[in-house]
């Protein structure tokens, strides 16, 4: 049933089809987003080459093995990996009150270019196809290995995010056991492909577009727009309009536009505040080896914490800790001002 309701005006919340839960939006505190001082950080002035970065080509790493003169995107498994893959099967459970379970995987990382000084929007859409064409080698190789259930790629970008090393790099943990997230996603598609037998993503991204209130950008493979649900101030997704389960099933012209919109958003984000825009973001696509999973459709997750400028950010605190999260900016004012961003990088003009 539709809905009467003035998004604008009134407070309200919307469910995350994916997650099943629901995200509070207030848009009443905020009619115009770009209140307060909005402030330039310092330019960022990184060299090409940095001999002290442990991902820079040729350089030594924290365990002593040295970075081959790598010409586009490197993978190695990392150094302090948050799970090792001889961890032992053991479980744990006392009365049912404490309980636990050893988790094993492979974690790797991998550096986007060679060049100290440039993030994904910076560089040429080529190199950013070479990231692309090596996150689906290494998911391919991965999983092949019969232990392994979940492969996550994802990318912390910017101190703000966590990230130990500006160098451009993202990084795989793959795991024998299914994240929390994927367990919700996999029970809210599973539900819906059962009752239509059609993807939720599929419906919904078409949805969007007859909609155009949320679009960010589309290709002849992908879509990329900030989500109904949305809690971050500038959260996105990118969707491949056709529904694949995993980044192996992407195609040579597939992984061209991939590449293309994924260049576009974080060149708009860093666009928005004139500053290279922190974010974390991941993919997430269907387990593996466990059988077909025709419910998956293969998405991409942008979490930014910037709120109001460069160095205002959106804190998850009170409220969003106790109960659900909430947003001032509506979805679709975050996609307005995201369309309205420039294509072309701030530093190149």
Not at 188 to 212: G, M, S, V, W
Not at 259 to 288: C, E, W
Not at 322 to 333: F, G, M, S, V
């Amino acid at each position: 049933m539709q809905s009467t309701l003035n998004f604008g005006d009134s407070p309200h919340t919307r469910v995350n089809i994916l997650t099943g839960e629901k995200v509070l939006v207030s848009p009443h505190r905020s009619k115009r987003p770009w209140q307060g001082q909005v402030e330039d950080l310092p330019g960022d002035n990184r060299p090409a080459y940095d001999p002290q970065c442990y991902l820079c080509p040729t350089n030594k790493r924290a365990d002593g093995d040295i970075n081959p003169d790598y010409k586009e995107s490197f993978v190695f498994v990392n150094d302090f990996s948050a799970l090792l893959k001889d961890t032992s099967q053991q479980e744990f459970n006392e009365d049912e009150l404490f309980i636990a379970e050893t988790e094993k995987g492979i974690c790797k990382v991998i550096a986007f270019t060679p060049r100290h000084d440039l993030t994904l929007p910076e560089m040429e859409q080529a190199a950013i196809k070479a990231v692309v064409d090596l996150w689906q080698k290494e998911f391919e190789e991965l999983s092949k290995v019969e232990w392994i259930r979940y492969i996550q790629i994802f990318e912390n970008k910017g101190a703000i995010m966590g990230c130990s090393n500006p160098h451009p790099h993202g990084q795989i943990w793959s795991q024998n056991h299914l994240p929390v997230e994927i367990q919700k996603e996999c029970v809210q598609q599973k539900r819906y492909f059962d009752k239509y037998q059609r993807t939720l993503l599929a419906d919904y991204i078409n949805a969007e577009l007859r909609k155009e209130e949320r679009i960010i950008d589309e290709n002849d493979s992908f879509v990329s727009l900030v989500p109904f649900w949305a809690a971050w101030p500038y959260e996105a997704m990118i969707v491949s309009k056709r529904p694949v389960q995993n980044i192996a099933a992407f195609n040579e012209k597939e992984k061209e536009d991939f590449a293309a919109i994924l260049k576009l958003l974080t060149t708009r984000y860093d666009n928005l505040f004139k500053t290279s825009f922190p974010y974390s973001a991941g993919m997430h696509q269907a387990p593996v080896n466990e059988g077909d999973h025709p419910e998956w459709h293969w998405h991409m997750h942008f979490y930014p914490p910037l709120l109001r400028s460069a160095t205002v950010k959106k804190f998850m605190v009170g409220y969003e800790m106790l109960a659900n999260p909430q947003r001032d900016i509506t979805p679709e004012i975050a996609a307005e001002q995201l369309r309205n961003c420039a294509t072309i990088h701030y530093k190149s003009k």
